[in-house]
């Protein structure tokens, strides 16, 4: 649903519900055969590759990732209060729009500067979509200093990168967030960093490999970028949705 023009209140929630109980009906299905193949043979390359590499990968996403959720490195926006939900959304879509396009831009540069460049898009790309998120989650009301709403953040990047089996997992989570946050680690240092940093890398090995080839990484730095933090942007606004709709599911 994406409208410049202004409706009734209650007739954008009742858009919006649809569109939410739809996403949530896409995410609970059952893996495809084709999901479990390319799952498969994932699992099977990530047994290959030796112990201290998944170490040091492991280390290398949770600290970059640490370091921008939970650092202090930027600033938290406010939360909007006293607003409709439909007047946070169009808000919301502008954030995402900006970030698609800041994050074309920059695929686009490290993508024709081959595999150096290439390498050096993951951190800057990483950041960019964290700082989207912080945005989006200010722009519908939550205040992204508390611990809580910086993991609930985090459940998000899990769900828009991840298996199918994986979001099955994780959209319960996403549901029942206020049951949930009693059961999910209470410190950053006990969530599992280790299944976190597979399931990005292999969601995200096929869409960004090809960055890292000479003539054709700009165009597809640009591409990937555009639309998996359109992705991500997609998947926050469904899961905020569904913290707003709690009372009715």
């Known amino acids: 649903m994406e409208t410049d023009t202004y409706l009734k209140d209650d ?15 896409k995410n609970h299905q059952r893996p ?11 699992k099977t390359i990530n047994q290959i590759i030796p112990e201290k590499v998944h ?11 640490k370091g921008v959720l939970f650092g202090t490195k930027y600033i ?6 006293g607003i409709s939900l439909q007047s946070r959304e169009l808000k919301v879509r502008k954030i995402i729009k900006f970030y698609k396009n800041t994050a074309s831009a920059e695929g686009a540069i490290t993508g024709a500067g081959g595999i150096l460049m290439g390498i050096a898009d993951f951190p800057a790309f990483l950041t960019i979509k964290m700082k989207m ?10 205040d992204v200093k508390n611990f809580r709403e910086r993991l609930f953040m985090l459940y998000v990047f899990k769900l828009a990168f991840s298996s199918q089996e994986s979001r099955n997992d994780t959209i319960k989570i996403i549901e029942d967030w206020d049951q949930e946050i009693v059961n999910i680690p209470q410190s950053v ?8 940093q597979l399931e990005y890398r292999d969601y995200m090995d096929l869409a960004k490999l090809a960055q890292l080839i000479p003539i054709i990484g700009a165009g597809v730095g640009a591409v990937a970028n555009y639309q998996l933090s359109g992705k991500l942007g997609d998947t926050a606004l469904q899961s905020y949705r569904v913290r707003h709709f709690r009372w009715d599911l």
């Open 32 to 42: 495809s055969l084709i999901n479990l193949i390319t799952k498969g043979t994932q």
């Open 55 to 65: 170490q040091a990968i492991t280390f290398a996403i949770e600290n970059m990732i």
């Open 133 to 142: 998120l912080f945005e989006i989650s200010a722009a519908y009301g939550k």
């Open 76 to 81: 938290t926006p406010k939360p909007l209060e």
């Open 11 to 25: 007739m954008y929630e009742e858009l919006a519900f649809t569109e939410m109980s739809a996403w949530l009906a």
């Open 189 to 196: 240092e006990d969530f599992d960093w280790r299944a976190f």
